[in-house]
């Protein structure tokens, strides 16, 4: 009897984490499919995606990433927002790759809300004399993403007017970065953009595509997390 109850728990246990998941890619398609041919404040046009039904997204937050670093997890994670141009030029083969690769959870960080505000990250910006002004603080969760993920980042610069580059004296996480964790310790990050591609809005021709899905080969080549832990 008490291996009958036991099985039946594990069984639900199964049927909801699997329901929740299911959730996840579902509410992720219908996120970015919502914006294909929508115009944004700056009258540009969204890249029209198509999400496969079996993406490995589950959403989450910059406190969560921190909570599993800080635990030593090892997993994918995937900042970028559905109003990212860059972040809609690689989306689909990032899910053509890693269901390939049989990757089949990667943690969902939006970086910005359904206005395009900043969610998490700091941002600034140069006033008439190049000098910084800061106009969003950015969360201490991100603060201490900046330090977790220091060797895999880019600077963050702004240009002036006359072309310069002008240094905030800090790390940025971008949109689109997909960042690998392995025992809590960031070991890579690519953002999938194929040098080939200058615009964020260009056609893309098969040769960006190809590069495209080489990077991602490359950068799921890492043990599939996705069966380390039993979670979601």
């Known amino acids: 009897m008490k291996k009958r109850i036991l099985l039946g728990i594990i069984l639900l246990f199964s049927i909801f984490t699997l329901t929740a998941c299911n959730n996840d890619a579902s509410k992720f398609k219908k996120d970015y499919e919502s914006m294909n041919g929508k115009v944004n404040a700056s009258g540009k046009e969204h890249r029209t995606v198509t999400i ?38 690689v989306i689909e083969k990032a899910i053509e790759i890693a269901n390939e690769k049989g990757v089949s959870k990667i943690y969902y960080v939006d970086i910005w809300d359904s206005e395009g505000n900043e969610i998490m990250r700091d941002k600034y910006t140069l006033d008439n004399d190049s000098s910084l002004e800061l106009v969003n603080a950015g969360s201490e969760a991100y603060k201490k993403l900046l330090a977790y993920f220091n060797s895999v980042l880019s600077d963050y610069n702004l240009t002036a007017s006359d072309g310069s580059k002008v240094s905030t004296n800090e790390k940025r996480i971008y949109a689109p970065n997909f960042v690998y964790v392995e025992n809590g310790e960031a070991k890579s990050l690519v953002e999938g953009i194929s040098d080939k591609q200058n615009d964020s809005r260009e056609e893309l021709t098969n040769e960006m595509l190809e590069d495209e899905k080489a990077i991602f080969r490359d950068f799921f080549k ?7 832990d039993s979670k979601c």
């Open 52 to 89: 496969s039904k079996k993406n490995p997204f589950i959403y989450s937050t910059d406190e969560e990433i921190v909570s599993m670093i800080e635990n030593k997890e090892t997993f994918y994670v995937y900042f970028g927002s559905t109003l990212c141009p860059w972040c809609r030029s």
């Open 222 to 228: 890492d043990a599939d997390v996705c069966k380390i």
